[in-house]
């Protein structure tokens, strides 16, 4: 993991350095000020994880993302807490108070290391991907930020047919299509594709079992272990065809169950 700090205080810069070289976090560079760092970020390539300082002593650090666009997630450690909102509008891993406490800047670190993992089990072995800011940005669930779909507009006829999620068993895509089926065993066609959905479903209700289902937990009525290491899903209504759990998402279909 390659990071950079930005602090303008020199000792607190060196005490972070040390903390984050206990935790094999290699620092390459620290930097001191906002125009340091837009001239740094210019001409280097941009690290993995930036520790920033919020107040530098030629401004705010927030300064630097109006001319730069970061390719790096970010770890704010700052003395102050009134910018914690604003800091987490841009996406930030973690937000450290100084005195920068041990236990929480481990938890910073593994909290990073986390979404890497995440993001990683989801793509092919063979695909050499780097997470950067925008992945980040996908993967950080933070209520201050994200909001998620609460109903679907469906235009029935010559009118307009309001679902709330809750009243959802299952999106599918079949033939080209994308389909969410009702509680009420009603089936309607969506004019957006399951990987636009991806983002816009609440994770703890729906879960993406394979490449053409997404299910609701509160409609699942049976589990049954199926071959290869798969497991069977069974609805509430919905039997128009077999819902398996793809084997590689097994282990996270069991996380996301508890």
């Known amino acids: 993991m390659k990071a950079i700090i930005i602090e303008d205080e020199k000792p607190s810069a060196r005490r972070l350095n040390r903390m984050l070289e206990k935790k094999e976090v290699k620092v390459s560079t620290t ?17 993995d994880i930036i520790f920033l300082d919020i107040q530098l002593n030629d401004g705010l650090s927030f300064e630097i993302f ?8 970010i770890i704010f450690t700052t003395a102050y807490d009134e910018y914690a909102l604003q800091a987490f509008k841009l996406n ?24 890497i993992d995440n993001y990683q089990g989801k793509i092919p072995a063979s695909q050499n991907v780097q997470l950067n800011f ?37 999106l599918y895509s079949e033939n080209k299509g994308t389909y969410l089926y009702t509680t009420e065993s009603r089936c309607f066609p969506l004019d957006i594709s399951l990987e636009n959905l991806e983002d816009e479903l609440p994770p703890q209700t729906f879960f993406r079992v394979n490449r053409k289902f997404f299910i609701n937990i509160n409609s699942i009525s049976d589990i049954i272990s199926y071959s290869n290491s798969r497991l069977k899903i069974k609805l509430n209504r919905f039997n128009e065809q077999e819902i398996i759990v793809a084997r590689e998402r097994v282990k996270e279909f069991r996380d996301w169950l508890e």
């Open 31 to 47: 930097l001191h000020s906002v125009e340091e760092s837009i001239s740094w970020f210019k001409e280097n390539e941009h690290p």
């Open 66 to 73: 109006e001319s730069i666009d970061i390719k790096s997630a």
């Open 92 to 115: 930030s891993i973690d937000y450290l108070l100084k005195p920068i406490d041990e236990e929480e800047l481990d938890a910073a670190v593994k909290k990073y290391e986390n979404l």
């Open 134 to 170: 925008e992945d980040i940005r996908k993967l950080l669930v933070n209520p201050l930020e994200r909001e998620y779909k609460r109903r679907f507009t469906i235009k029935v006829g010559q009118h307009l047919k309001m679902i709330p999620i809750e009243e959802i068993e299952c």
